[in-house]
């Protein structure tokens, strides 16, 4: 890996992510697109640990993000409130990811990550039909399988095959900013969207929230099938 091409390329995209609605979308494709050869030129061949550290930090990352956004200005709550209901989150991701090694044990290793990615694929499924009425305890469940699936998915990476050392902390910091730069910028632009079609604050709010949820759920299926392909290359006979 290179790491000031790296870099440069992961702040390119990241910029052109983050402004592409206040830009005109011509010079944020033309810097997101700069920024994407960058990274190619700077990691070619990225391991499908990193690929995986990289999957589960950014939508873990994006979900912190999202879910404040949603509790207290789509459904007016305090921030004492919103800090107690974000533990469905990350309560769910701490104690599935803990348990990884003593669930490895006992059940098969390779089942473990797609586990995880189908319980995080689900709840953010379902976080895509949230609106500003959505009763609560449906949303706490959903958010708690989310956060189970992403801590599950990764305590799994330490079983999969391992091509080359690699630490978890430079992917991981670098999905968490692709991750948060994504949603955000889905965010963004459903929310102008509803906004101009007449809905309320709250409901653009929700709109935004659930926009945001799709992406990360697309983004999560495209790096599960990227890491499935390398897992397939590493155990295939040479």
């Known amino acids: 890996m290179r790491p000031l091409a790296f870099a440069a390329g992961l702040t390119a995209v990241t910029i052109a992510l983050v402004q592409s609605e206040p830009w005109a979308w011509g010079w944020s494709a033309l810097l997101l697109l700069a920024g994407a050869a ?13 690929l995986a550290w990289a999957a589960v930090a950014g939508c873990l990352t994006a979900l912190l993000f999202l879910v404040p956004e ?16 974000l533990l469905a989150v990350t309560l ?13 044990r006992r059940l098969p290793a390779a089942a473990l990550g797609p586990a995880g990615v189908a319980c995080a694929g689900v709840g953010l499924a379902v976080l895509v039909t949230i609106d500003a009425d ?32 690699s630490a978890p902390l430079a992917p991981a910091l670098a999905g968490a900013a692709l991750g948060l730069a994504a949603a955000g910028a889905a965010f963004q632009f459903a929310q102008a969207d509803e906004r101009g079609s007449g809905a309320s604050f709250e409901q653009a709010l929700a709109a935004g929230v659930g926009w945001a949820a799709l992406f990360l759920l697309l983004g999560l299926a495209a790096a599960a099938w990227r890491v499935w392909r390398l897992r397939r290359a590493a155990l295939a006979p040479s």
Do not use: K
């Open 38 to 50: 960058l990274l190619r030129t700077a990691a070619p061949g990225l391991p499908g640990t990193a």
């Open 70 to 85: 949603y509790f207290q200005l789509a459904r007016n709550l305090s921030g004492l409130r919103t800090g107690t209901l």
């Open 92 to 104: 769910p991701a701490v104690v599935a990811c803990a348990l990884s090694p003593w669930l490895a």
């Open 134 to 165: 959505t009763r609560y305890a449906p949303v706490i469940g959903v958010l708690g399988l989310t956060g189970a699936g992403l801590g599950l998915a990764g305590g799994a990476t330490r079983h999969l095959p391992r091509t080359e050392p």
